[in-house]
């Protein structure tokens, strides 16, 4: 109910959730305080997310006006029925939403007729069945295709605006005609690109989009050899700055769809940097996050470019050794192949005496005496094991019983 009715304008532009705290800043968009700080102070931006024009001023006016209209809608929900039908807006007539598509073409108000189709698809899942069967979905996609040849900001709005209606749209395979016309290569290439300079309201559509249209095993070369590197880096991006918690983790789980059906576009997401950014936010991600960013690094230690940046940083070993017996069970397991996919092809001194410093042949030890457990991944700590134990035993730390247990002196 909150979802559906909800004013666009309550919401914070960086989370997408209803604001508590609203200040202003100064090119007078409202956010959670919280955000912008963190957007500002944290992550040392110095662009307005909304409208990406630069600031120089990083002053905030509280916004009182707003804060109470957002407690007085959160009071129209507790309110009974009978008064909450009341003031509920009426549905806006097929015809209406019509004529706004055929206006989309030589209006010079593209913007404004975004927003109002926008509001009559948030109406709920009648209106979206509606829009889908009058067209809209084409209105939509050709204004997206036709305005991004355009340079100037209000296109570009445009464009975003038109992506806040294409996100809502469930985008699946029972709506085919709806799937086939986003995913041709010109509307995918205008969405990459917002995706890479859109506002941070409008990266989150973007990749919403790109998650739902990853979910029906989509052919994402294409896009790959338009984009290249770049496509990676913007993917990259919305995981490190973290200040939207959904956008990273779709991002996480395109990455995975991406590289885990093409290995020649590991090189590209290697070369963008993909294995020092996951490095560095494994220690502090949470369960979810820390599993798909292993399952990512397995896949690009599968090449040997992946494995030589992995050893190449200095926190790889060390936080890959942490990980084990440390996350969850699924996590020791992608730990143990990502350590005997290094151990097997790039066995250096310094790697195997960092495996053991940083106590990942102790756990390995350990994941050894549990009973019935992870049982694929016991066999590949006692080939590891055997494989580099003479480099081992010559340390201290190595166990004496696991000598005799190998059968080494």
């Not at 005997?340 to 001194?349: A, L, S």
């Not at 005496?369 to 590949?380: P, Y």
Request: charged share 25%; net charge positive; with cysteine.
């Amino acid at each position: 109910m909150e979802k559906m009715t909800c004013p666009p304008d309550f919401r914070c532009p960086i989370s997408m959730e209803i604001m508590k705290d609203p200040v202003t800043i100064v090119t007078g968009v409202s956010y959670e305080r919280k955000n912008i700080e963190k957007w500002f102070f944290v992550y040392n931006k110095k662009t307005c997310p909304t409208t990406m024009q630069c600031v120089e001023s990083f002053d905030m006016t509280p916004n009182h006006t707003l804060k109470r209209l957002i407690l007085a809608w959160k009071e129209t929900l507790v309110a009974p029925a009978s008064t909450s039908s009341s003031m509920t807006q009426p549905l806006i007539k097929h015809d209406e939403m019509v004529s706004l598509f055929t206006a989309l073409e030589s209006s010079p108000f593209k913007v404004s007729s975004m927003k109002k189709i926008r509001a009559i698809v948030e109406l709920g899942d009648e209106t979206k069945s509606d829009f889908i069967r009058s067209g809209g979905v084409e209105a939509v996609v050709g204004m997206l295709i036709n305005q991004f040849d355009n340079s100037d900001f209000v296109s570009f709005q445009a464009c975003e605006e038109a992506l806040g209606i294409l996100h809502l749209l469930p985008l699946s395979k029972q709506d085919e005609k709806s799937f086939q016309l986003i995913s041709q290569p010109d509307p995918m290439r205008s969405i990459a690109i917002i995706l890479q300079r859109g506002s941070a309201e409008a990266r989150l559509y973007a990749i919403t989009i790109f998650r739902k249209i990853a979910k029906t095993s989509f052919n994402w070369n294409p896009l790959i050899e338009d984009q290249g590197i770049d496509l990676f880096k913007s993917l990259l991006e919305l995981v490190y700055d973290g200040i939207c918690n959904k956008a990273s983790s779709y991002a996480l789980e395109i990455l995975f769809e991406i590289l885990s059906s093409s290995k020649k576009s590991r090189l590209k997401a290697i070369e963008a940097g993909a294995i020092c950014i996951l490095i560095e936010l494994l220690p502090d991600s949470n369960r979810s996050k820390s599993e798909k960013m292993l399952l990512l690094i397995k896949l690009l230690c599968e090449s040997p470019e992946g494995r030589m940046a992995m050893v190449d940083h200095s926190l790889g070993i060390p936080v890959i050794s942490k990980t084990l017996l440390q996350v969850s069970n699924l996590a020791t397991k992608l730990g143990v192949k990502i350590l005997w996919q290094v151990c097997n092809f790039h066995p250096t001194e310094r790697v195997l005496e960092e495996m053991l410093m940083h106590g990942a042949v102790k756990k390995m030890v350990t994941l050894l005496h549990l009973e019935g457990r992870l049982s694929s991944t016991k066999k590949k700590v006692l080939e590891m094991l055997k494989m580099h134990c003479n480099s081992w035993k010559r340390h201290q730390c190595f166990p004496c019983d696991l000598k005799d247990y190998l059968g080494v002196k």
